[in-house]
């Protein structure tokens, strides 16, 4: 078993349990909205072509096999760790978890990463132009001192957040459907795809890998389970009713961005694809006001991110699986201090040194290889029943999650190499973390790491 070697009153702070049902389902749409349909709907389209609704739904589909594992995870042990827990209660592997730990908050900082960019480059840029790197400096600063501030006040910030990207999202659907009615747009677009390059199958799987980055977050809700009320019947209700909720969304905005523009307009357009939709589907709306929008979504895409990072960083540390000091909690405002900070200053060392594609799909690349081993540890854990009640997925779900997920992961799929490059170079930090953690632990316990445990804190 994983020890504490906290003193009684570091163990009697914990996290405060204050999210509902309704504050989840708004974390978890908030979490999928923003980022990957803001500003990533030009780079699929450019591997797609007018079929741009298809690898949304694939995406959908591959992101679905996938929660319904950590839905039956998260109701056997409502704990902050999610993955990696997982990992360690299935595997037995230190260094396995470890790993899967790392991944995952890299995504997170990844993706937080990508709407630090598509703020300040494509948003922020339609008011005042300015470098990214201090663009970079301030939002990342911002959204570590709401962190720190509370989960509370973190996650009813997201649901105004939420509220207002899912507007500008309405709007374009409004826009959109208007026009069409009114006979603009082409929709034989929705069936045609790129007539160079790589075959069908490969432009659809390369389509897909880089549109699962908007769907990717139902996953970090899981870390919030220590301060969710009721988790076991809390979060299959609002993962699922919130991944149907945003793909019916996503559907209809690529289907109409499809009909309106065409597929080499919306990729030589980039992040601002959705900026082109709106011009040609209402020429006189103002653009400014769908920017301004499109600021609050990418930021809140980014705060929910860093929420997520920052608790797996704590949960980690209370399973022992990294340093301590990473479990620190400040006394007054109950919120894992040292886990924010670091956190925010990887997310900003990936703002000044990669792009926004390279990080949308670095992103999506390190959640499809740690959702490869989620949907195996499913299936390893169910010999090791627990004595409450639970969600349990059905069999045929993991199965096909660790067949998608894992095609996806891998050059086949279509996936540029610079993804692989960039999320070596991650993982490779991440041995490098591993080793000294190691050596510290050794110093300090002089008789090397604890022994895989069976997944406790060793709270009392």
């Given at each position: 078993m994983v020890t504490d070697s906290r003193g009684p009153a570091e163990k009697a702070i914990g996290l405060r349990r204050v999210i509902g049902p309704s504050l989840l389902l708004f974390f978890v749409i908030g979490d999928i909205l923003g980022t990957g349909i803001y500003a990533l709907i030009g780079s699929v389209a450019a591997r797609i072509g007018g079929a741009l609704w298809l690898p949304f739904l694939m995406a959908f589909l591959v992101a679905l096999l996938t929660a319904l594992s950590y839905l039956e995870l998260v109701g056997k042990y409502p704990r902050a760790a999610g993955a990696a827990l997982y990992t360690q209660l299935a595997f037995g592997v230190r260094f396995l978890t470890f790993m899967v730990a790392f991944a995952v908050m890299a995504s997170g900082v990844t993706s937080a990463a990508s709407a630090a960019t598509a703020f300040g480059e494509t948003y922020l840029a339609e008011f005042l132009p300015l470098p990214l790197w201090l663009v970079g400096f301030v939002f990342l600063l911002g959204l570590g001192l709401v962190n720190f501030r509370g989960v509370g006040e973190s996650v009813r910030a997201n649901v105004v957040l939420t509220t207002v990207e899912l507007s500008g999202l309405l709007i374009v659907i409004a826009v959109g459907s208007w026009a069409v009615a009114h006979g603009h747009g082409e929709p034989a677009r929705l069936v045609q795809f790129p007539s160079?390059?790589?075959?069908?199958?490969?432009?659809?799987?390369?389509?897909?890998?880089?549109?699962?980055?908007?769907?990717?977050?139902?996953?970090?809700?899981?870390?919030?389970?220590?301060?969710?009320?009721?988790?076991?019947?809390?979060?299959?209700?609002?993962?699922?009713?919130?991944?149907?909720?945003?793909?019916?969304?996503?559907?209809?905005?690529?289907?109409?961005?499809?009909?309106?523009?065409?597929?080499?307009?919306?990729?030589?357009?980039?992040?601002?694809?959705?900026?082109?939709?709106?011009?040609?589907?209402a020429p006189g709306f103002p653009l400014k006001v769908?920017?301004?929008?499109?600021?609050?979504?990418?930021?809140?895409?980014?705060?929910?991110?860093?929420?997520?990072?920052?608790?797996l960083l704590y949960g980690m540390a209370n399973e022992g699986i990294i340093p301590r000091s990473f479990g620190a909690v400040h006394r007054r405002r109950r919120t894992p201090w040292v886990a924010i900070v670091f956190s925010s200053l990887v997310a900003y060392l990936l703002v000044i040194t990669s792009n926004l594609s390279l990080l949308g799909g670095t992103t999506s690349l390190l959640l499809l290889a740690v959702f490869t081993i989620v949907n195996v540890a499913v299936l390893v854990l169910r010999r090791k029943p627990v004595e409450h009640a639970h969600f349990r997925a059905p069999t045929w779900a993991p199965v096909l999650g660790v067949l998608s997920c894992g095609y996806l992961a891998t050059p086949l799929s279509g996936r540029p190499p610079e993804q692989f490059v960039v999320a070596g170079v991650l993982l490779s930090i991440g041995v490098g973390l591993w080793v000294i953690n190691l050596v510290l632990v050794s110093r300090t316990t002089q008789a090397g790491p604890s022994p895989p445990g069976d997944g406790t804190s060793g709270r009392s």
């Amino acid at each position: 078993m994983v020890t504490d070697s906290r003193g009684p009153a570091e163990k009697a702070i914990g996290l405060r349990r204050v999210i509902g049902p309704s504050l989840l389902l708004f974390f978890v749409i908030g979490d999928i909205l923003g980022t990957g349909i803001y500003a990533l709907i030009g780079s699929v389209a450019a591997r797609i072509g007018g079929a741009l609704w298809l690898p949304f739904l694939m995406a959908f589909l591959v992101a679905l096999l996938t929660a319904l594992s950590y839905l039956e995870l998260v109701g056997k042990y409502p704990r902050a760790a999610g993955a990696a827990l997982y990992t360690q209660l299935a595997f037995g592997v230190r260094f396995l978890t470890f790993m899967v730990a790392f991944a995952v908050m890299a995504s997170g900082v990844t993706s937080a990463a990508s709407a630090a960019t598509a703020f300040g480059e494509t948003y922020l840029a339609e008011f005042l132009p300015l470098p990214l790197w201090l663009v970079g400096f301030v939002f990342l600063l911002g959204l570590g001192l709401v962190n720190f501030r509370g989960v509370g006040e973190s996650v009813r910030a997201n649901v105004v957040l939420t509220t207002v990207e899912l507007s500008g999202l309405l709007i374009v659907i409004a826009v959109g459907s208007w026009a069409v009615a009114h006979g603009h747009g082409e929709p034989a677009r929705l069936v045609q795809f790129p007539s160079t390059g790589s075959g069908g199958w490969t432009a659809i799987t390369a389509a897909t890998s880089l549109a699962f980055f908007a769907m990717v977050g139902f996953e970090d809700s899981v870390n919030m389970a220590e301060e969710t009320r009721d988790p076991g019947s809390t979060f299959p209700r609002a993962i699922l009713l919130g991944m149907a909720v945003t793909a019916a969304i996503y559907l209809v905005i690529a289907g109409l961005a499809s009909t309106l523009v065409p597929a080499t307009d919306l990729a030589a357009e980039g992040s601002g694809a959705l900026l082109r939709v709106l011009q040609v589907g209402a020429p006189g709306f103002p653009l400014k006001v769908f920017a301004a929008i499109g600021l609050i979504a990418v930021v809140n895409s980014a705060l929910i991110n860093m929420l997520m990072a920052s608790r797996l960083l704590y949960g980690m540390a209370n399973e022992g699986i990294i340093p301590r000091s990473f479990g620190a909690v400040h006394r007054r405002r109950r919120t894992p201090w040292v886990a924010i900070v670091f956190s925010s200053l990887v997310a900003y060392l990936l703002v000044i040194t990669s792009n926004l594609s390279l990080l949308g799909g670095t992103t999506s690349l390190l959640l499809l290889a740690v959702f490869t081993i989620v949907n195996v540890a499913v299936l390893v854990l169910r010999r090791k029943p627990v004595e409450h009640a639970h969600f349990r997925a059905p069999t045929w779900a993991p199965v096909l999650g660790v067949l998608s997920c894992g095609y996806l992961a891998t050059p086949l799929s279509g996936r540029p190499p610079e993804q692989f490059v960039v999320a070596g170079v991650l993982l490779s930090i991440g041995v490098g973390l591993w080793v000294i953690n190691l050596v510290l632990v050794s110093r300090t316990t002089q008789a090397g790491p604890s022994p895989p445990g069976d997944g406790t804190s060793g709270r009392s």
